[in-house]
């Protein structure tokens, strides 16, 4: 008898929450009055929950779900919600999630206090929601709500910061000029390890592991940073992941602004297409697929956007140029390709120019002047800034930001999607400049652009 008792105990401590079975039920209380028929308040709270499962809403990360009242500190007083899970809502971590079931006061007298159940208020994607107090159900078992996802059921999906461990290599890139996702790595384990234990997929599902490189260049990208805007702000990019019989939104907020995360999630074990999407959000939107692991497009690629939106490590040209007889340069300090870019509309508030077609890009040269004159002329030379394209035509321009200087702080110009290299050279003439005056422009040879990333 003493060996089987041993043996119970040893494997209560193996678990990541244990739970205490209590030997009767126990009083259960709001305000101080008993809670009327807690149990069934249980029942129909697990009812509602299985169609939330059902959905896809929620995925499954234990053994059972149960709906469990949470202590609020005084002896027998529980919160007016109900916490069921455990679940794990997609887009979050590898833990354990909980969903809310409130509870409506019907009715109040000596005899306690009488509930019903409310809709469950389902966290939406990437959003966590737990209990603060210990768990408790009517029979008197007790668990902790943090508790580490042990089994991943269908619609699991959880983003994990990325700790270097070997996937196999895969490759494919989706972007637009706010975001840009690159599948960089792809495994299909039997068991995963995560800061919670070893999660394993239940019976059905196969778990999946992806690796992902993140540029939110709606962050990085100072472009984005202008104000004010003509109506709207740009609209943020919305990524999903698509697997067999479910779209799975990639919260952005659980992105890095740049680096590298894992995300792990499960298919039916028939498996079937799995793709990588991003949606461009707007007056111009825009769905782009790629399939994953391949990388193959699915659908009519964007050739602009099949492309990086610039080298990796950018190398400033300059051309010569006298500017009211002071000599000194105009450098690209950087470029930007892609097929949206913000310009300046009026002279103050900045909007969204999109490319005329398909097979066409913007093209965003970044400009500094080096030893020449200081005036806020950028409205007055934007005009001068000419862009070449091999063939020897000069690219339509699009817009520029002003900045503060002589020269525009970018310049905007259309060009062919699979264009290599362009020139940049400013006009020869005179303009007539704020403190300046009327100053003679003597640009030197053309500086050569190349675009070969």
């Given at each position: 008898m003493r060996r089987v008792v041993l043996v119970c105990l040893l494997l209560a401590g193996c678990g990541a929450a244990p739970e205490r079975t209590g030997a009767e039920p126990v009083p259960l209380t709001i305000g101080g009055r008993p809670v009327v028929d807690a149990q069934g308040l249980q029942v129909q709270a697990e009812a509602e929950l299985s169609y939330t499962i059902g959905f896809g809403y929620v995925a499954r990360a234990g053994d059972a779900v149960n709906c469990w009242f949470a202590r609020t500190g005084a002896q027998g007083e529980v919160d007016r919600r109900l916490w069921c899970g455990p679940v794990q809502v997609p887009g979050t971590a590898a833990s354990t999630d909980w969903v809310p079931v409130p509870l409506k006061e019907v009715e109040q007298n000596d005899g306690g206090v009488r509930l019903e159940v409310e809709p469950p208020q389902v966290p939406g994607p990437g959003s966590r929601s737990t209990p603060l107090g210990r768990l408790v159900r009517t029979d008197g078992r007790e668990a902790d709500a943090d508790q580490g996802a042990e089994l991943a059921g269908p619609d699991f999906l959880a983003v994990q910061p990325d700790d270097g461990r070997p996937l196999d290599a895969a490759s494919g890139l989706v972007r637009d000029d706010q975001l840009a996702l690159r599948i960089t790595g792809y495994g299909s384990p039997e068991s995963w390890t995560t800061e919670r234990g070893e999660l394993r997929a239940e019976h059905g599902v196969r778990l999946r592991v992806l690796r992902l490189s993140v540029e939110r260049l709606r962050e990085t990208d100072s472009a984005f940073r202008q104000t004010p805007w003509t109506g709207w702000l740009p609209q943020p990019p919305e990524a999903a992941l698509q697997v067999p019989g479910k779209r799975h939104p990639l919260p952005t907020d659980r992105l890095p602004e740049t680096g590298s995360v894992f995300v792990v999630y499960t298919v039916p074990d028939a498996g079937g297409q799995e793709a990588l999407v991003l949606n461009t959000v707007g007056a111009k939107s825009l769905e782009q697929r790629v399939e994953v692991p391949s990388g193959a497009a699915l659908g009519e690629p964007v050739p602009?956007?099949?492309?990086?939106?610039?080298?990796?490590?950018?190398?400033?040209v300059a051309q010569r140029v006298k500017v009211g007889g002071k000599e000194g340069s105009l450098q690209v300090e950087r470029v930007r390709l892609g097929r949206q870019r913000p310009v300046n509309v009026d002279g103050q508030r900045y909007g969204l120019a999109t490319a005329s077609a398909p097979d066409k890009a913007?093209?965003?040269?970044?400009?500094?002047?080096?030893?020449?004159?200081?005036?806020?002329?950028?409205?007055?030379?934007?005009?001068?800034?000419?862009?070449?394209?091999?063939?020897?035509?000069r690219a339509p321009a699009v817009g520029a930001r002003y900045g503060g200087d002589t020269f525009p702080v970018a310049v905007v110009v259309?060009?062919?999607?699979?264009?290599?290299?362009?020139?940049?050279?400013?006009?020869?003439?005179?303009?007539?400049?704020?403190i300046l005056g009327q100053v003679a422009i003597e640009p030197g040879d053309p500086a050569v652009v190349p675009l070969d990333f």
């Open positions: 602009a956007l099949r492309r990086p939106a610039g080298p990796e490590q950018p190398t400033p913007l093209l965003e040269l970044r400009l500094q002047g080096k030893d020449l004159p200081e005036t806020t002329g950028a409205a007055l030379t934007k005009d001068l800034v000419a862009v070449t394209l091999p063939d020897g035509t259309e060009v062919p999607a699979d264009v290599r290299s362009v020139s940049v050279a400013v006009t020869a003439g005179t303009v007539d400049l704020p």
